[in-house]
């Protein structure tokens, strides 16, 4: 059974940063590409980086130089760091298995003074 938990979202201040975790278990992770994605209220789910099997990364212009995503596969996690966080990052954060089409749970990250 594929299963995906991402974990470490929380609140934080403008500027400030957070670190996403997404544990799987429940399929070849080493194989599979994974991405990060984002929804915030009222607005459409959106696509936050790609990260490929081999570790080749590719962002949303609004992450770029500022988040960054990476795998463990002897963890069989994947991971994206957020700095310099600002209002408009506040969503629910979701990873993503492509091979299996499969989504987290979703993990609240929330920037506020």
């Known amino acids: 059974q594929v299963q995906l938990v991402e974990s470490g979202g929380g609140l934080v201040q403008p500027g400030g940063s957070l670190s996403l975790s997404c544990a799987t278990s429940?399929?070849?992770?080493?194989?599979?590409?994974m991405s990060w994605y984002r929804q915030a209220p009222g607005k459409q789910r959106e696509l936050v980086a790609d990260?490929?099997?081999?570790?080749?990364?590719n962002y949303a212009d609004f992450a770029k130089g500022r988040f960054t995503a990476s795998r463990d596969n002897a963890k069989k996690s994947v991971y994206l760091q957020m700095n310099n966080l600002k209002s408009e990052d506040t969503a629910v954060y979701y990873c993503?298995?492509?091979?299996?089409?499969?989504w987290g749970q979703g993990t609240q990250v929330t920037v506020s003074e």
């Open positions: 993503y298995v492509v091979t299996f089409g499969r």
């Open positions: 429940g399929f070849i992770f080493s194989f599979s590409a």
């Open positions: 990260i490929s099997t081999s570790g080749s990364t």
